[in-house]
Protein backbone atom coordinates (compact mmCIF):
# COMPACT_ATOMS: atom_id res chain seq x y z
CA UNK A 1 0.00 0.00 0.00
CA UNK A 2 1.36 3.57 -1.15
CA UNK A 3 -0.92 5.91 1.12
CA UNK A 4 -2.29 5.45 5.06
CA UNK A 5 -5.80 5.95 3.28
CA UNK A 6 -5.59 3.18 1.37
CA UNK A 7 -4.01 0.86 4.11
CA UNK A 8 -7.17 1.90 5.85
CA UNK A 9 -8.95 0.50 3.09
CA UNK A 10 -7.48 -2.98 3.29
CA UNK A 11 -7.87 -2.94 7.09
CA UNK A 12 -11.77 -2.55 6.49
CA UNK A 13 -11.95 -5.84 4.63
CA UNK A 14 -9.29 -8.16 6.52
CA UNK A 15 -11.08 -6.68 10.09
CA UNK A 16 -14.70 -7.91 8.19
CA UNK A 17 -12.86 -11.18 7.13
CA UNK A 18 -11.74 -11.78 10.23
CA UNK A 19 -14.73 -11.29 12.08
CA UNK A 20 -16.68 -13.90 9.39
CA UNK A 21 -14.10 -16.45 9.98
CA UNK A 22 -13.55 -16.36 13.32
CA UNK A 23 -14.99 -19.18 16.23
CA UNK A 24 -17.86 -18.33 18.23
CA UNK A 25 -17.97 -20.35 20.65
CA UNK A 26 -15.08 -20.91 23.82
CA UNK A 27 -14.96 -24.69 24.70
CA UNK A 28 -14.74 -25.16 28.00
CA UNK A 29 -13.25 -28.91 27.26
CA UNK A 30 -10.35 -27.53 24.94
CA UNK A 31 -9.13 -24.68 27.56
CA UNK A 32 -5.55 -24.04 27.81
CA UNK A 33 -4.95 -23.37 31.77
CA UNK A 34 -1.78 -21.53 33.22
CA UNK A 35 -0.76 -20.43 36.26
CA UNK A 36 -0.47 -16.60 36.89
CA UNK A 37 1.06 -13.94 39.02
CA UNK A 38 -3.06 -13.47 39.95
CA UNK A 39 -4.29 -16.65 39.74
CA UNK A 40 -3.28 -19.86 40.55
CA UNK A 41 -5.13 -21.53 37.60
CA UNK A 42 -6.29 -19.40 34.61
CA UNK A 43 -7.35 -19.76 31.16
CA UNK A 44 -8.82 -17.02 28.65
CA UNK A 45 -12.22 -18.45 26.94
CA UNK A 46 -13.33 -15.54 24.64
CA UNK A 47 -10.04 -13.14 24.31
CA UNK A 48 -7.78 -11.81 21.75
CA UNK A 49 -5.37 -14.19 22.64
CA UNK A 50 -7.65 -16.99 21.57
CA UNK A 51 -8.69 -15.85 18.11
CA UNK A 52 -11.28 -13.99 18.80
CA UNK A 53 -12.10 -10.66 17.79
CA UNK A 54 -13.62 -8.81 20.43
CA UNK A 55 -14.32 -5.12 21.27
CA UNK A 56 -11.41 -5.19 23.81
CA UNK A 57 -12.97 -7.49 26.53
CA UNK A 58 -12.23 -10.90 27.30
CA UNK A 59 -14.10 -13.66 29.20
CA UNK A 60 -11.65 -15.51 31.56
CA UNK A 61 -12.18 -18.83 34.24
CA UNK A 62 -10.03 -19.39 37.01
CA UNK A 63 -9.89 -21.34 40.11
CA UNK A 64 -8.85 -20.47 43.49
CA UNK A 65 -7.65 -24.32 45.43
CA UNK A 66 -8.89 -24.56 48.99
CA UNK A 67 -6.83 -22.67 51.27
CA UNK A 68 -5.99 -20.22 48.59
CA UNK A 69 -6.42 -16.85 47.50
CA UNK A 70 -5.66 -14.46 44.52
CA UNK A 71 -3.20 -12.17 44.08
CA UNK A 72 -3.95 -8.36 45.10
CA UNK A 73 -3.83 -6.11 41.82
CA UNK A 74 -6.02 -3.39 40.36
CA UNK A 75 -7.26 -2.52 37.20
CA UNK A 76 -9.94 -1.19 34.93
CA UNK A 77 -13.40 -1.99 35.79
CA UNK A 78 -13.95 -5.82 36.37
CA UNK A 79 -17.25 -8.65 36.69
CA UNK A 80 -17.13 -11.92 38.58
CA UNK A 81 -19.51 -14.44 38.36
CA UNK A 82 -19.00 -17.11 41.31
CA UNK A 83 -19.29 -20.76 39.45
CA UNK A 84 -18.42 -22.83 42.99
CA UNK A 85 -16.72 -22.91 46.37
CA UNK A 86 -17.70 -19.92 48.79
CA UNK A 87 -15.22 -17.09 50.45
CA UNK A 88 -14.84 -13.22 50.60
CA UNK A 89 -13.78 -10.49 48.16
CA UNK A 90 -11.51 -7.50 50.18
CA UNK A 91 -12.36 -4.71 47.81
CA UNK A 92 -11.04 -1.58 49.15
CA UNK A 93 -10.15 -2.75 52.49
CA UNK A 94 -13.96 -4.24 53.07
CA UNK A 95 -14.99 -7.73 52.81
CA UNK A 96 -17.68 -9.13 50.71
CA UNK A 97 -18.77 -12.26 50.86
CA UNK A 98 -19.16 -14.62 47.87
CA UNK A 99 -21.23 -18.34 47.22
CA UNK A 100 -22.23 -20.38 44.13
CA UNK A 101 -24.19 -17.60 42.29
CA UNK A 102 -22.78 -14.60 43.47
CA UNK A 103 -21.87 -11.86 40.75
CA UNK A 104 -19.19 -9.03 41.92
CA UNK A 105 -19.22 -5.53 40.21
CA UNK A 106 -15.21 -4.69 40.96
CA UNK A 107 -15.25 -0.48 39.89
CA UNK A 108 -12.72 0.60 38.24
CA UNK A 109 -8.99 0.64 39.59
CA UNK A 110 -9.85 -0.44 42.95
CA UNK A 111 -7.52 -2.86 44.61
CA UNK A 112 -8.84 -5.84 45.06
CA UNK A 113 -8.63 -9.77 46.05
CA UNK A 114 -10.62 -13.30 46.54
CA UNK A 115 -10.16 -15.67 49.63
CA UNK A 116 -11.22 -19.42 49.50
CA UNK A 117 -12.49 -19.85 52.71
CA UNK A 118 -14.22 -23.31 52.12
CA UNK A 119 -14.05 -26.75 51.64
CA UNK A 120 -13.88 -26.87 47.64
CA UNK A 121 -11.98 -24.97 45.27
CA UNK A 122 -13.58 -21.90 44.32
CA UNK A 123 -14.16 -21.31 40.05
CA UNK A 124 -14.89 -18.10 38.93
CA UNK A 125 -15.56 -16.01 35.49
CA UNK A 126 -14.74 -12.83 35.14
CA UNK A 127 -15.19 -10.33 32.44
CA UNK A 128 -12.77 -7.61 31.65
CA UNK A 129 -12.26 -4.68 29.27
CA UNK A 130 -8.29 -4.79 29.69
CA UNK A 131 -7.58 -4.66 26.04
CA UNK A 132 -9.89 -1.94 24.83
CA UNK A 133 -8.27 -0.26 28.25
CA UNK A 134 -4.83 -0.92 26.85
CA UNK A 135 -5.14 -0.12 23.59
CA UNK A 136 -6.31 3.56 24.36
CA UNK A 137 -4.13 4.02 26.89
CA UNK A 138 -6.09 3.65 30.09
CA UNK A 139 -4.99 0.39 30.79
CA UNK A 140 -3.36 0.09 33.93
CA UNK A 141 -2.76 -3.09 35.46
CA UNK A 142 -0.50 -3.33 38.75
CA UNK A 143 0.22 -6.61 40.98
CA UNK A 144 -0.03 -5.24 44.65
CA UNK A 145 0.47 -9.03 45.91
CA UNK A 146 0.90 -12.47 44.30
CA UNK A 147 -1.62 -15.47 44.76
CA UNK A 148 -0.77 -17.59 47.54
CA UNK A 149 -2.09 -19.58 50.67
CA UNK A 150 -3.79 -18.22 52.77
CA UNK A 151 -2.10 -17.17 56.18
CA UNK A 152 -4.43 -17.76 59.39
CA UNK A 153 -3.21 -15.01 61.17
CA UNK A 154 -4.11 -12.97 58.19
CA UNK A 155 -7.84 -14.50 58.09
CA UNK A 156 -8.44 -13.77 61.65
CA UNK A 157 -8.13 -10.62 61.46
CA UNK A 158 -10.10 -9.92 58.37
CA UNK A 159 -13.04 -8.10 59.73
CA UNK A 160 -16.94 -9.72 59.09
CA UNK A 161 -18.63 -8.03 55.90
CA UNK A 162 -20.77 -5.04 56.79
CA UNK A 163 -22.65 -4.63 53.70
CA UNK A 164 -23.25 -5.66 50.02
CA UNK A 165 -22.53 -1.83 49.01
CA UNK A 166 -19.73 0.17 48.48
CA UNK A 167 -19.02 3.16 51.07
CA UNK A 168 -17.65 5.50 48.28
CA UNK A 169 -20.61 6.08 46.34
CA UNK A 170 -23.20 3.86 47.88
CA UNK A 171 -23.16 1.56 44.43
CA UNK A 172 -23.56 -2.10 44.63
CA UNK A 173 -21.03 -4.41 45.09
CA UNK A 174 -22.11 -8.12 44.96
CA UNK A 175 -25.66 -9.83 44.90
CA UNK A 176 -26.24 -13.89 46.08
CA UNK A 177 -27.78 -16.17 43.54
CA UNK A 178 -31.23 -16.34 46.11
CA UNK A 179 -31.51 -12.07 45.93
CA UNK A 180 -32.13 -12.67 41.81
CA UNK A 181 -35.52 -11.23 41.24
CA UNK A 182 -37.45 -13.04 37.83
CA UNK A 183 -37.89 -9.90 35.84
CA UNK A 184 -42.07 -9.41 34.31
CA UNK A 185 -40.30 -8.21 30.94
CA UNK A 186 -38.46 -11.29 29.03
CA UNK A 187 -37.89 -12.20 25.31
CA UNK A 188 -36.95 -15.54 26.80
CA UNK A 189 -38.44 -18.30 28.98
CA UNK A 190 -37.47 -16.02 31.92
CA UNK A 191 -34.94 -13.29 32.68
CA UNK A 192 -33.44 -11.87 35.52
CA UNK A 193 -31.79 -8.45 35.54
CA UNK A 194 -28.63 -8.36 37.05
CA UNK A 195 -26.10 -5.64 37.06
CA UNK A 196 -28.02 -3.87 33.47
CA UNK A 197 -27.12 -1.63 31.69
CA UNK A 198 -30.47 -2.70 29.80
CA UNK A 199 -33.19 -3.87 32.45
CA UNK A 200 -33.19 -3.37 35.93
CA UNK A 201 -29.70 -2.51 37.33
CA UNK A 202 -30.29 -3.40 41.16
CA UNK A 203 -27.60 -0.75 42.49
CA UNK A 204 -25.03 -1.70 40.24
CA UNK A 205 -23.05 0.77 38.23
CA UNK A 206 -21.21 -1.07 35.89
CA UNK A 207 -19.99 1.39 33.11
CA UNK A 208 -16.66 -1.08 31.33
CA UNK A 209 -18.35 -4.19 31.72
CA UNK A 210 -21.39 -5.68 33.45
CA UNK A 211 -23.05 -9.35 34.12
CA UNK A 212 -26.07 -8.13 32.81
CA UNK A 213 -28.50 -11.17 33.05
CA UNK A 214 -29.54 -14.70 33.56
CA UNK A 215 -31.58 -15.51 30.45
CA UNK A 216 -33.38 -19.24 30.62
CA UNK A 217 -34.49 -20.31 27.27
CA UNK A 218 -37.26 -23.22 28.01
CA UNK A 219 -37.09 -26.55 26.21
CA UNK A 220 -37.55 -27.02 22.58
CA UNK A 221 -38.27 -23.11 22.39
CA UNK A 222 -36.21 -20.41 20.66
CA UNK A 223 -35.10 -16.81 21.56
CA UNK A 224 -36.12 -14.07 19.47
CA UNK A 225 -33.89 -13.60 16.09
CA UNK A 226 -32.34 -9.94 16.69
CA UNK A 227 -28.96 -8.01 16.03
CA UNK A 228 -27.13 -6.12 18.40
CA UNK A 229 -23.04 -5.27 19.08
CA UNK A 230 -20.74 -7.37 21.08
CA UNK A 231 -22.39 -9.60 23.94
CA UNK A 232 -21.34 -13.06 25.57
CA UNK A 233 -23.40 -16.13 26.88
CA UNK A 234 -22.13 -18.40 28.98
CA UNK A 235 -23.71 -21.65 29.36
CA UNK A 236 -24.53 -22.27 33.01
CA UNK A 237 -26.71 -25.14 32.46
CA UNK A 238 -28.03 -27.19 29.44
CA UNK A 239 -26.99 -27.55 26.07
CA UNK A 240 -27.90 -25.82 22.87
CA UNK A 241 -26.90 -24.42 19.75
CA UNK A 242 -27.12 -20.51 18.08
CA UNK A 243 -27.08 -19.34 14.50
CA UNK A 244 -25.11 -16.15 14.35
CA UNK A 245 -24.57 -14.56 10.97
CA UNK A 246 -26.58 -17.69 9.29
CA UNK A 247 -23.86 -20.28 10.95
CA UNK A 248 -25.43 -22.53 13.44
CA UNK A 249 -22.81 -23.14 16.44
CA UNK A 250 -23.77 -25.95 19.08
CA UNK A 251 -22.35 -25.38 22.36
CA UNK A 252 -22.56 -27.09 25.96
CA UNK A 253 -22.81 -26.54 29.26
CA UNK A 254 -19.73 -24.69 30.34
CA UNK A 255 -19.45 -22.99 27.32
CA UNK A 256 -19.01 -19.61 25.80
CA UNK A 257 -20.55 -17.95 22.94
CA UNK A 258 -19.30 -14.82 21.05
CA UNK A 259 -21.92 -12.53 19.39
CA UNK A 260 -19.20 -10.14 18.36
CA UNK A 261 -18.87 -6.78 17.68
CA UNK A 262 -20.88 -5.46 14.42
CA UNK A 263 -24.61 -6.18 14.59
CA UNK A 264 -24.86 -9.87 13.28
CA UNK A 265 -28.21 -11.72 13.45
CA UNK A 266 -28.86 -14.33 15.99
CA UNK A 267 -30.92 -16.62 17.70
CA UNK A 268 -30.33 -19.06 20.56
CA UNK A 269 -32.24 -22.82 20.23
CA UNK A 270 -32.53 -25.14 22.85
CA UNK A 271 -34.01 -28.26 21.15
CA UNK A 272 -33.55 -30.61 24.64
CA UNK A 273 -35.28 -31.71 27.06
CA UNK A 274 -34.21 -29.62 29.80
CA UNK A 275 -34.12 -25.78 30.65
CA UNK A 276 -30.99 -23.88 29.46
CA UNK A 277 -29.97 -21.32 31.82
CA UNK A 278 -27.41 -18.27 30.19
CA UNK A 279 -25.13 -16.00 32.17
CA UNK A 280 -24.89 -12.82 29.58
CA UNK A 281 -22.08 -10.17 29.73
CA UNK A 282 -22.09 -7.34 28.20
CA UNK A 283 -19.08 -4.65 27.09
CA UNK A 284 -19.63 -0.37 27.71
CA UNK A 285 -18.63 0.07 24.57
CA UNK A 286 -20.92 -1.72 23.00
CA UNK A 287 -23.82 1.54 24.00
CA UNK A 288 -21.11 4.01 22.55
CA UNK A 289 -21.90 2.73 18.94
CA UNK A 290 -25.53 1.70 19.73
CA UNK A 291 -25.55 5.62 20.11
CA UNK A 292 -23.99 5.77 16.55
CA UNK A 293 -25.97 3.36 14.76
CA UNK A 294 -29.59 4.08 12.96
CA UNK A 295 -31.23 1.17 14.08
CA UNK A 296 -28.85 0.34 17.87
CA UNK A 297 -31.02 -3.07 18.14
CA UNK A 298 -33.22 -5.18 15.57
CA UNK A 299 -35.60 -7.80 15.98
CA UNK A 300 -36.34 -9.83 13.31
CA UNK A 301 -38.89 -12.13 14.93
CA UNK A 302 -40.28 -12.14 18.17
CA UNK A 303 -41.53 -16.26 18.69
CA UNK A 304 -40.09 -18.06 20.94
CA UNK A 305 -42.21 -20.99 20.42
CA UNK A 306 -40.55 -23.52 18.09
CA UNK A 307 -41.27 -24.23 14.43
CA UNK A 308 -40.43 -26.62 12.11
CA UNK A 309 -37.06 -24.72 11.94
CA UNK A 310 -36.00 -26.57 15.13
CA UNK A 311 -36.37 -29.93 13.71
CA UNK A 312 -34.18 -29.27 10.75
FE1 LIG B 1 -9.17 -8.32 38.89
FE1 LIG C 1 -28.45 -11.16 21.46
New binding site residues.
Given amino acids: MSDFYSAWLDRSKSNQKKVDEAPRVAKSKDLKWVRTP?DYKAALMIAPETGFPTGGSCLMRAEIPVGWH?GK???GE?A?YVESGEGFLILDEKRYDFFPGTILH?PYRSP?QLFNTGNASVGYL?G?AWHLEADVYMGKLEQLEECGENDPNVLANIPQEESQYWPEDGRRISMHQQQHEKSGESKHGATYFLMGRSGKQNGFRATGVAISSIFVDLPHTKSHSHAHPEAYLYALEGDGYSEIGGKRYDWNQGDAVHVPPGMLHHQHFNPFDRDMKELRFEFGVRYWFVDQWKKGYTTVDKHLKATTHMDD
Fill in positions: QTHFHEIIHSL
